[in-house]
């Protein structure tokens, strides 16, 4: 209510039509530092489990979905499970802590606060040439299997 009843409508409505006890709370909780392997003999880490991040890009689940793809993609095209899980370590590890390490910036630099602060942030923000954002984001959201 204090940060957002003075926004635009109809956000105060909602407001005030939302039952205070509907509301969730949870602590959001991130991997720090990530694992140094994810695999370890027959054990291998996917998803969270492995590099659960900020929810700041929107890229956990994203990430567990191209561990899941790639795994099976190796596993399928590698006769031993020790080259298959050795070939997903390489590949995923580095792709999967870089983007957590944005998703933690990017939640950083969201949530700061104090009036300068923002406001350089802000002005920042506006006077990024979209197409640098959107470079930033295709690293981000573009991904290629690996060749196995
Ligand atoms: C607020 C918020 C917003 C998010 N927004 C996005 C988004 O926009 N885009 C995106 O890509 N990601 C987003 N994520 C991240 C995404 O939810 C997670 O990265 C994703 O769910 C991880 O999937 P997972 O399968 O690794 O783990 P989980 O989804 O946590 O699944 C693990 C499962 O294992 C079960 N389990 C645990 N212990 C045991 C046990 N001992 N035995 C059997 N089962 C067990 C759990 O009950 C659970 O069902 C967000 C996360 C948060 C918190």
């Not at 204090?2 to 926004?7: A, E, K, L, M, P």
């Not at 793809?69 to 190796?74: E, P």
């Not at 050795?86 to 700061?112: E, F």
């Not at 350089?120 to 990024?128: D, H, Q, S, V």
């Amino acid at each position: 209510m204090r940060r957002f009843i003075t926004w635009h409508d109809p956000i105060a409505q909602i407001l005030h039509a939302t039952d205070p006890t509907s509301v969730l709370r949870h602590d959001v909780y991130h991997l720090r530092p990530h694992p140094s392997r994810y695999v370890n003999g027959r054990l291998v880490l996917l998803g969270d489990a492995a590099h659960a991040m900020t929810p700041d890009l929107g890229q956990g689940a994203c990430q567990a979905l191209e561990d899941a793809a790639t795994l099976q993609m190796l596993i399928e095209s590698h006769a031993d499970l020790a080259t298959a899980s050795a070939r997903y370590d390489a590949s995923r590890r580095p792709r999967a802590s870089l983007i957590a390490s944005r998703s933690r910036q990017l939640g950083r630099l969201g949530q700061l606060s104090g009036a300068r602060a923002t406001a350089l942030r802000n002005r920042i923000m506006y006077a990024t040439p979209a197409r640098i954002t959107n470079r930033q984001l295709d690293r981000t959201l573009i991904w290629h299997a690996p060749s196995p």
